[in-house]
């Protein structure tokens, strides 16, 4: 089993910065691509920000030169740096793993999710 913990959330002024972190983990072979979501109350889980094991980033458009992801492969770790923050960016963000565990002898798929922190960015 694979478990993402997530911390860093909280309260910003607008124009203000935060760093969001996820560890994985449990029996991880690999994991290929890690994710930032973030979600509103009444609306869907969007994307926020993708890396790749090889550091490729991709980031929505409302976030871009504002967000930065990264991610630590020896420690199974991922970041979110979050500069510039808007009113807009209030939500619960969540972090997203897919890759390969080990399920007895067997190398199998997974995907997990952390439990979400709270970003709250004040006016």
């Known amino acids: 089993q694979v478990t993402l913990a997530e911390s860093g959330g909280g309260l910003a002024q607008a124009g203000g910065s935060l760093r969001l972190s996820c560890a994985a983990s449990g029996r991880i072979l690999s994991i290929s691509v890690m994710g930032w979501y973030r979600e509103v109350p009444g609306k869907q889980r969007d994307l926020v920000a993708l890396i790749t094991s090889d550091g490729n980033a991709n980031y929505e458009d409302t976030v871009k030169g504002r967000f930065t992801i990264s991610r630590d492969n020896a420690e199974n770790t991922m970041y979110l740096q979050m500069n510039s923050l808007r009113p807009d960016d209030t939500a619960v963000y969540y972090c997203?793993?897919?890759?390969?565990?080990?399920?007895?002898?067997?190398?199998?798929?997974?995907?997990?999710w952390g439990q979400g922190t709270q970003v709250t960015v004040s006016s």
């Open positions: 997203n793993a897919a890759g390969d565990t080990r399920w007895g002898a067997t190398q199998v798929p997974f995907t997990a």
